[in-house]
T-cell receptor
Framework: GEDVEQSLFLSVREGDSSVINCTYT??????LYWYKQEPGAGLQLLTY?????DMKQDQRLTVLLNKKDKHLSLRIADTQTGDSAIYFC????????????FGKGTRLSVIA | EPEVTQTPSHQVTQMGQEVILRCVPI?????FYWYRQILGQKVEFLVS????????KSEIFDDQFSVERPDGSNFTLKIRSTKLEDSAMYFC?????????????FGPGTRLTVT
């Protein structure tokens, strides 16, 4: 079955880069997503990558996908205190409106 | 910017009672979803809904659960007889229903506490 795993905690200093890692098991994943959850708020879609891509960059965010190892990462450049949140990795199987399978989330703490 | 809204933000109920969680999806979206997150666990898919019927559901979505779109804007999740293990954060989401990437937009969640 599908499974998505993430480390639970990450702490970085303000201005440094953060790298949040995720592994997944289903090789038929078509899209992989990163969501952000701030305290008391819902899940905010940050970015996604199609499974035939290796990298996607969007301003301070860089997504790297290693399909062979089923490993996804999210790099946040110049991390700010406002980036403190829980980051969820998710996958969808097939195209269209299939359910998302989420990891447990990584809590990012940014130290000023 | 349009967003998914959910009410109430927190619901406390006694075991065995019925609860209805409400959601207003983004207006031009066609697919609607419910997910839940038990404290400390993963966000889990419950059900998806399209064209006034259930599109897909998980094993969690048993006969105690039902969904409805009672009018043109609301999407509800009903739990008929709540159990202690139903305590969780319930998230509603919606998507445009296009082929390809499935961009789901989530509401802020309803925290359900069953005592």
């Amino acid at each position: 079955g599908e499974d998505v795993e993430q480390s639970l905690f990450l702490s970085v200093r303000e201005g440094d880069s953060s790298v949040i890692n995720c592994t997944y098991t289903d090789s038929s994943s078509t899209y992989l997503y990163w969501y952000k959850q701030e305290p008391g708020a819902g899940l905010q879609l940050l970015t996604y990558i199609f499974s035939n891509m290796d990298m996607k960059q969007d301003q301070r965010l860089t997504v790297l996908l290693n399909k062979k190892d089923k490993h996804l990462s999210l790099r946040i450049a110049d991390t700010q205190t406002g980036d403190s949140a829980i980051y969820f990795c998710a996958e969808s199987i097939g195209s269209g409106n299939t359910p998302l399978v989420f990891g447990k989330g990584t809590r990012l703490s940014v130290i000023a | 910017e349009p967003e998914v809204t959910q009410t109430p933000s927190h619901q406390v109920t006694q075991m065995g009672q019925e609860v209805i969680l409400r959601c207003v999806p983004i207006s031009n979206h066609l697919y609607f979803y419910w997910y839940r997150q038990i404290l400390g666990q993963k966000v889990e898919f419950l059900v998806s809904f399209y064209n006034n019927e259930i599109s897909e559901k998980s094993e969690i979505f048993d006969d105690q659960f039902s969904v409805e779109r009672p009018d043109g804007s609301n999407f509800t999740l009903k739990i008929r007889s709540t159990k202690l293990e139903d305590s969780a954060m319930y998230f509603c989401a919606s998507s445009r229903g296009l082929a390809g990437v499935n961009e789901q937009y989530f509401g802020p969640g309803t925290r359900l506490t069953v005592t």
